[in-house]
């Protein structure tokens, strides 16, 4: 069953280069919106030739390559190296360029909950809770996260029809729901290192995260 949700529209674009610290970089097409359901500020990157992808996508052709990419300020800005996020964003980046597509960056944060209660999730992680546990020992869901400003973005963008870059099943579950088809589900990379080990696994075994990790059975 579809699910109703009110109406988004484009407020602004603007043309913004992008320079990652490995030297990548690429320009993107940068679109606000008003009408969202949060009333957060979330962000959608038009990235290589978007606008060539919303014409196929119309048109019964390949659809265009998307990533919901959640906020992490850590990972994202400072280079945290407790979760995959900022080597997940730079992988979406580049093969969102190589394709066209866009990338939606939702203000998202510690799966929902926010930052300081995502770094309070930290500390009850070094304890020895995984990162679901580590929510809910803070009163809060395991991942609170709602995609329906994303499927309200994707519509003001005129795409209904898409491939979503993302291991996370979760994900195009909303979509579908939220009347967005997603037509395939692409994984990204594992991006495993020591320290974030334990933080993948949990993925894959509580979250339902389609990752091949060869600790994990």
Known sequence: MVETMPVATIRAQLRVPLRFPDGYATTARVFTFTGLLDDREHLALGLGDWAGSQYSASTDGPAPLVRLHSECLTGDVFGSQRCDCGPQLREAVERITGSGGFLLYLRQEGRGIGLYAKL??????????????ANVALGHAEDERDYT?????LLALEVDRLALLSNNPDKADQLDR????VTERVPTRVHLSPTNAGYLAAKATHGAHTLDLPFVG
């Open 120 to 133: 309070d999730a930290y500390t009850l992680q070094d304890a020895g809770l995984d990162t679901y546990e």
């Open 149 to 153: 400003v994303a499927a309200q973005m």
């Open 178 to 181: 939220l009347g967005v088809t």
